[in-house]
């Protein structure tokens, strides 16, 4: 196991461990801070799971931080009635919130597919007092500069499901290719980074509960974007985006601001699509002035 740069913060901010039902199946999750301070619900991104967030949440200290493994990831079961597609995940992410006693007065964030989930939950009627959306989808994963990697990453999954579930799953879990996508999407130079990076992919973007659940996820996350629900998000918007994100260019980002009625930009310069590993103190920053510029208002 790799160090974590973000260890030394991350622990002085007390973390507990839950178990709810959530829609007939255990959505597992873990809260941080103090149980009074304000309300922050994090969405993570594909094939991930709550440790992803980590380093962001290592720099929030001062709000009562919810983040939950999405269902089928993680140590949470799939879901059960519903496809992992994003109105599954949107329908599961309302109740969750409501189930965990949160269901006003909160922050929304969404990281990645993340992104996509908590926008389609927003413009479905859940109502946080803000969204942030980190690294988020704003164009087809298809169109993007990584484009051809995408198309690859297809035929992974295709190849993936169309063999027997053991070897499948296997597929799905090899080693190489895990690590063949965390070099292409890590854009720092610092060693050590790079080595936490890689280590954090080797042992949790294999943490799924089955073949199905992954496959579904995969083809919701480059079949929808963020722009199908942006007009219809009417809360205070924060996206928070990466200068040099290969999955949707900078460009896409500028664009899909002006989507929203109320929403700001800020960019991050000289990082990908890994601002969660790279730069959460700057990704912090920017969630915090944001907040803190809601609370004035």
């Known amino acids: ?175 190489a290719i895990v690590r063949v996508m965390s070099v292409t999407m890590a854009k720092t130079r610092e060693k050590e980074l790079r080595r936490f990076i890689h280590d954090q992919h080797d042992r949790y973007f294999s943490a799924f509960a089955d073949r199905d659940a992954v496959l579904e996820a995969f083809r919701a996350s480059v079949s929808h974007d963020v722009r199908e629900f942006a007009a219809d998000i009417h809360v205070p918007t924060l996206l928070v985006a990466a200068v040099r994100d290969d999955i949707t260019p900078i460009e896409a980002q500028r664009t899909l601001v002006a989507r929203f009625p109320d929403a700001s930009l800020e960019e991050i310069p000289d990082v990908g699509h890994l601002i969660h590993y790279e730069t959460p103190a700057a990704a912090a920053d920017h969630i915090r002035q944001f907040l803190a510029a809601g609370a004035d208002a």
């Open 1 to 175: 196991m790799t160090p974590s740069p973000y260890a030394a913060a991350l622990s002085r901010i007390p973390v507990r461990e839950h178990r709810t039902r959530v829609l007939g199946t255990e959505t597992a999750w873990w809260e941080y801070g103090d149980p009074g301070d304000p309300a922050l619900v994090l969405v993570h991104g594909f094939r991930g799971d709550h440790h992803g967030l980590e380093p962001v949440v290592a720099h929030l200290p001062g709000y009562r931080i919810i983040s939950p493994d999405l269902p089928g990831f993680g140590a949470s079961e799939p879901l059960a009635d519903l496809a992992h597609d994003i109105e599954g995940y949107r329908t599961w992410l309302a109740a969750f919130v409501a189930a965990v006693g949160v269901d006003a007065d909160f922050t929304l964030l969404g990281h990645s597919f993340g992104s996509i989930v908590s926008a389609a939950a927003v413009a479905g009627g859940l109502a946080p007092t803000r969204l942030v959306l980190v690294n988020p989808i704003g164009a087809p994963a298809l169109e993007g500069p990584r484009g051809v990697m995408t198309r690859l990453a297809v035929g992974y999954y295709r190849a993936a499901a169309a063999l027997p579930p053991r070897a499948g799953f296997a597929l799905l879990r090899n080693r």
